[in-house]
């Protein structure tokens, strides 16, 4: 499955997991990308937190990291 540019697809050894590669030839996906994941809709979620802030570090659960610290 194609997502936002990146493929979702399911692990060789272990088909209920998921890795993300990326679309086309060649690339380097994201150092938090890498590993397999549970479950496509984890996978989404993922990519939607690093598209939507690209410039911030992001969490491996799909959120940006705060940018100040607590008061």
Avoid: R, W
Avoid at 16 to 42: C, D
């Amino acid at each position: 499955m194609e997502y936002k540019g990146f493929i979702i697809k399911s692990h060789p050894k272990s088909p209920n997991l998921k890795l993300i590669v990326t679309g086309g030839q060649g690339g380097k996906i994201p150092a938090i990308f890498q590993g397999a994941h549970l479950s496509e809709g984890a996978c989404m979620k993922l990519i939607d937190g690093y598209k939507a802030k690209p410039k911030e570090k992001v969490n491996k659960n799909g959120k940006a990291n705060p940018t100040t610290g607590k008061l």
